[in-house]
């Protein structure tokens, strides 16, 4: 149990206060005009201000912070669930079923809801809860992903899907991680575009293949050695200092590479590397600093095709597709999948 004061406001709810407002502003900006660039303008600066919230919340629990508590941290995520299990709990009342929560967002289905219903629940939920509610989208179908250690598990915050207006959103696969290298984000957002023109169930189904088909041509790309290397650069963050790592990790070694190079490396910075030859006897020749890179340089295509197909592994598993067998539809074709 806890005490909160309700006579004075602290510093750090007056602090985000100007923060919040602008925010919500720039989102009902972005709702309401109509030009396609003021409307980008709009999103870049609502989703600017919503990283400066998310790293508040994060601060308010170091321990070092020079205005944060750990006991507010704790309190803010007490609030937000209470929030959440309040707006499912209404939503159940007037007939939605719950599909999916995470923190600040519920995914809600009714047969025949109209926009307009969605709409009034969302005011009586926001004037029940003291927070706006507001409705990001209608999806046409979207898709929650296993965990990898429990396949019938879905975890919180790995999904796609596509709205009704055709905006795609993705969370927590390759895509959007910081450490794949561009030419696998690529491929596997080109699987997704082609997997956003289906309208329904049925059709996504039908629209594997054809996903398939367009990742052939990224890993032909791969096998032909026609991908520029940059495009296979790898991004990770050093956890120690270079020498104080007890494994040959492909970031160790590329760190070592820096060292070598007189370059100054220490934890918490992050490194960029081409996987060469993943196997290669000597360690050092396995991985090529960014630095060291350049167009004539030859990559591990084995190792990148593996890569490759672990990030179509993960947007198609929970429909069958491990990647060994995308990797046989891919690489030797659908007759090939069928005798197997």
């Not at 709409?119 to 898709?143: D, H, M, Q, T």
């Not at 790309?221 to 007890?246: D, F």
């Amino acid at each position: 149990g806890y005490n909160i004061c309700e006579k004075r406001r602290g510093i750090v709810p007056k602090t985000l206060e100007l923060l919040l407002k602008k925010r919500l502003k720039y989102k009902r900006l972005r709702r309401e005009v109509k030009d396609e660039t003021l409307r980008r303008v709009y999103n870049l600066r609502q989703e600017a201000l919503k990283w400066i919230l998310v790293t508040c919340f994060g601060y308010l629990g170091y321990r070092n912070a020079r205005f944060g508590k750990v006991d507010a941290h704790i309190a803010v995520c007490a609030f937000a669930r209470e929030a959440l299990l309040k707006t499912a709990k209404m939503a159940e009342e007037r007939g939605f079923e719950i599909i999916h929560g995470i923190v600040d967002s519920l995914w809600i289905r009714k047969a025949g809801a109209s926009p307009r219903e969605v709409a009034e629940f969302c005011r009586e939920v926001s004037k029940e809860i003291g927070v706006p509610l507001s409705v990001e989208g209608r999806y046409r179908w979207i898709v929650f992903l296993p965990s990898r250690v429990l396949s019938d598990v879905p975890v919180l915050n790995r999904y796609y899907g596509v709205f009704e207006d055709g905006r795609i959103k993705v969370r927590g696969i390759e895509a959007r991680r910081r450490d794949t290298p561009p030419f696998i984000a690529e491929a596997q957002m080109s699987m997704i575009r082609e997997l956003a023109k289906a309208k329904n169930a049925k059709e996504f189904m039908e629209k594997i293949p054809s996903a398939l088909k367009r990742l052939r041509y990224y890993a032909e790309a791969l096998i032909e050695q026609k991908v520029a290397p940059q495009q296979l650069l790898i991004t990770k963050q050093l956890s120690h200092e270079p020498s104080k790592y007890a494994h040959d990790v492909f970031q160790a070694i590329a760190a070592k590479q820096l060292t070598r190079l007189g370059v100054d490396v220490s934890a918490g910075q992050t490194v960029q590397y081409l996987i060469v030859d993943a196997k290669n006897r000597r360690v050092q020749n396995r991985v090529l600093v960014s630095q060291l890179v350049n167009s004539h340089v030859r990559y591990d295509v084995e190792k990148y095709l593996g890569l490759l197909f672990m990030a179509a592994e993960n947007i198609l598993l929970p429909f069958g597709y491990s990647a060994q067998k995308i990797r046989d539809y891919v690489l030797y074709g659908e007759r090939q999948v069928i005798l197997n």
